[in-house]
Nanobody, 122 residues
Framework: QVQLVESGGGLVQPGGSLRLSCAASGSIFSIDAMGWYRQAPGKQRELVAAITSGGTTNYADSVKGRFTISRDNAKNTVYLQMNSLKPEDTAVYYC????????????????WGQGTQVTVSS
């Protein structure tokens, strides 16, 4: 079993900042990619940012230059620093990890966090 504990969401004014954290634990041999997705009401879930085990990052165009994803491999934790937040960033943010269960199993598994609400409003 895998657990993802997300934290850091909340209400912030436009132009403000928030930092999301997602810590993974459980039956994990190694973690490959980690990422953040978001889903606004009435919209599909979309990728916000992702980071590979080697540190390569990928961002949605809408957040480039404002959001920064990072990870602490020793803690199996991924972070999302969100600056210059806009009302359109309002959504539930979900953590996702791609991981391996053991050296004997080449399957890469995925797991979602429970989501954390981010609301940007004055």
């Amino acid at each position: 079993q895998v657990q993802l504990v997300e934290s850091g969401g909340g209400l912030v004014q436009p132009g403000g900042s928030l930092r999301l954290s997602c810590a993974a634990s459980g039956s994990i041999f190694s973690i490959d990619a980690m990422g953040w997705y978001r889903q606004a009401p009435g919209k599909q879930r979309e990728l916000v940012a992702a980071i590979t085990s080697g540190g390569t990052t990928n961002y949605a165009d809408s957040v480039k230059g404002r959001f920064t994803i990072s990870r602490d491999n020793a803690k199996n934790t991924v972070y999302l620093q969100m600056n210059s937040l806009k009302p359109e960033d309002t959504a539930v943010y979900y953590c996702n990890v791609k991981y391996y269960r053991g050296s004997y199993d080449s399957t890469r598994y995925g797991y979602w966090g429970q989501g954390t609400q981010v609301t940007v409003s004055s």
